[in-house]
């Protein structure tokens, strides 16, 4: 099993380079930096945790700024976003962004992507894309992303995404850089296993029809409709965020299931200081180290 760290990223918690070099000393195998480059203050749109918004939300850092200051102080650690609110980007920009941060860390890039939760969120920045066809939207964009990093002179053209044949450049080290969907509702799981390369779900949002928890129902889901889609489930990894504390019979499901990593959330979603932040880490190292 191994095991990655889902930073607040805030600018009053503990540095980008500072937790890198933490979590490679400790053992964790991957770092993954969320997004939110704003919210807006209307808050119509209801927190999926429920009760009020944590203020670490919008007190987010730029996870790919953030992930190359980890880049330089680290030599193995897994730069993953974790997760890039991707249809909030210009295209050909993101598509630079993510090849430059694989080239300059020699290949370490994983793109974790979402379609966010917060539908004013997304009118701010993409008013073109309605918020009930945004995983329409993503899978055009994961197909322009992988045109951009793959081919000599890509071109797109359709609904929600189009550019002229062009140069495209740099080329990422990865061909393609490897993207893992964060989705866990019904319509997302069936957009993850027809075409990411890792899927990267949220354990609490993994619900049957009951609306009850069911990562084992949505694990057997996902690995049905990959086989469906004409694909091996097998060989699609999947990172589990495990929110809460410490679980080991939690942890032992996931390890039966064929979960390849666990991501260890946040000490709390709240801003907090490096302190708060190392004394959690330590608080999961007997349960990596009983798993190594």
Known sequence: MKFGFLALNHAEGIRPDRLGRELEDRGFDS????????????????YPGGGELPDGYWHMMDPFVSLQAVAA????????????????HDLLDLACTVATLDVLSGGRMLLGIG????????ANSRPDVPFKQRYSAMRERVA????????????????????SESWVYPKPVQQPVPI?????????????????????PLDAQLLNYDGRPDVRGAVELFRRLAAEAGRNAEDIPIS???FGKPNRKRIDTYVELGVERIVVPPARMSRHDESVTLAWLDEWAPVMAELA
Not at 115 to 122: I, Q, T
Not at 144 to 163: I, K, Q, V
Not at 183 to 194: D, L, Q, R, T, Y
């Open 240 to 242: 589990m965020f495990a």
């Open 115 to 122: 379609v966010g939760w917060n539908e004013e969120e997304l």
């Open 144 to 163: 322009a992303l992988r045109a951009c990093w793959t081919e000599e002179r890509p071109s797109f053209e359709g609904r929600f995404e189009r550019f």
């Open 31 to 46: 770092v993954w930096m969320p997004e939110h480059h704003h919210i807006p203050t209307s808050r119509m749109s209801p």
């Open 73 to 88: 102080a680290t030599t193995t650690l897994t730069l993953a976003t974790g997760v890039c609110l991707l249809l909030e």
């Open 180 to 200: 893992a969907l964060g989705n866990a509702g019904k319509v997302g799981i069936k957009h993850a296993a027809e075409y990411a390369d890792h899927w990267c």
